[in-house]
């Protein structure tokens, strides 16, 4: 069994900065690691969970609208790691950020999605 396991949330100003990671272990997890496309999704109160960047085995990186320019997604396949860094971050940048991994992420809803870490709070004050 594979464990997606998120840190690096917190509370920062707007402006500031985090990085979050995501790392798997278990069973074959390098195998796993290196066989499917990594994400971040982030849920706010109230809110539906919403695709933030995804980055593809290969390494070709997507990202919504709403973060393009500020968040930059990236992946270590030899640490199993997924990294997001959150620059200029804004107010509505505060969720709960969780961890992802299926075949693809972009193209598909987050109900379908197969492998989930537990999340992260990142709360951006003004």
Request: hydrophobic letters at 35%; charged letters at 15%; aromatic letters at 10%.
């Amino acid at each position: 069994q594979v464990r997606l396991v998120e840190s690096g949330g917190g509370l920062v100003q707007a402006g500031g900065s985090l990085r979050l990671s995501c790392g798997a272990s278990g069973i074959s997890s390098s195998t796993f690691f290196s066989t499917n496309a990594m994400g971040w999704y982030r849920q706010a109160p109230g809110k539906q969970r919403e695709l933030v960047a995804a980055i593809t085995r290969g390494g070709t990186a997507n990202y919504a609208d709403s973060v393009k320019g500020r968040f930059t997604i990236s992946r270590d396949n030899a640490k199993n790691t997924v990294f997001l860094r959150m620059n200029s971050l804004k107010p509505d940048d505060t969720a709960v950020y969780y961890c992802a991994a299926d075949q693809k992420l972009f193209g598909i809803t987050y109900q379908d999605v197969r492998y989930w870490g537990q999340g992260t709070q990142v709360t951006v004050s003004s």
